[in-house]
């Protein structure tokens, strides 16, 4: 079972800062199949990024990730205040596909 | 606009099983694969498993096999993911969420969340 590792586990930051959000895997993922998820409270989770860099439908531009084989990073551009969520990375090359435990963003 | 309707709120004693049900529309539902995803209360996602809707091949993780059915009934476009011999440890809100459009996989329309509360 790959195991995900996320860091920092809180980000606490001002509106207009940009957040770096890393991901690390225990083997070698393979960059297509990365993933970063946005989770709001109460809410269901939302694809952000996936094959490491692409954008989902409906993602600004300020979204953007990039890495390859076990390091990942996800960074937000001029963040606001909707920004706040808890985001996951995700593999799911390798089965059982597994989520990192979260790093939780305040602004 | 891609959907997944989930069924409500359930709770059940230790022991007991739950059925919970995830309705697609919007795509075409049987090109996908729908996964389950579980999240305890104030911790994070857990994949459960995952079932082709185009042959019924399912997949689960080890913790869970023993105790864990996903089927698919394609004429009504539903997904059902049944858990028995419930434990404290179950109590979570089960997600669906589909797989293998053009993501690549990745989890891309997601259903709103099902609560299970496993209670004596």
């Known amino acids: 079972e790959i195991v995900l590792t996320q860091s920092p586990g809180t980000l606490s930051l001002s509106p207009g800062e940009s957040a770096t959000l890393s991901c690390r895997a225990s083997?070698?993922?393979?960059?297509?199949?990365l993933a970063w998820y946005q989770q709001k409270p109460g809410q269901a989770p939302r694809l952000v990024i996936y094959?490491?860099?692409s954008r989902a439908a409906g993602i600004p531009d300020k979204f953007s990730g990039s890495g390859s084989g076990t390091d990942f990073t996800l960074t937000v551009n001029r963040l606001e205040p909707e920004d706040s969520a808890v985001y996951y990375c995700?593999?799911?090359?390798?089965?059982?596909?597994?989520f990192g435990p979260g790093t939780k963003v305040d602004i | 606009q891609a959907q997944l309707v989930q069924s409500g709120a359930e709770v059940k004693k230790p022991g007991a099983s739950v059925k919970v049900s995830c309705k697609a529309s919007?795509?075409?539902?049987?090109?996908?694969?729908l996964n389950w995803v579980r999240q305890a209360p104030g911790q994070g996602l857990e994949w459960m498993g995952w079932?082709?809707?185009?042959?019924?091949?399912?997949q689960y993780i080890q913790k869970v096999q023993d105790r864990v059915t996903m089927t698919r009934d394609i004429s009504a476009n539903t997904v059902y993911m049944e858990l028995r011999s419930l434990r404290s440890d179950d109590t979570a809100v089960y997600f669906c969420?589909?797989?293998?459009?053009?993501?690549?996989?990745?989890?891309?329309?997601w259903g709103q969340g099902t609560m299970v509360t496993v209670s004596s």
């Open positions: 094959g490491a860099s």
């Open positions: 079932i082709s809707v185009y042959n019924g091949n399912t």
């Open positions: 083997q070698s993922v393979g960059s297509r199949y």
């Open positions: 969420a589909a797989s293998g459009g053009s993501t690549g996989g990745a989890f891309d329309v």
């Open positions: 995700h593999q799911y090359g390798n089965s059982p596909f597994t």
């Open positions: 919007g795509y075409t539902f049987n090109r996908n694969g």
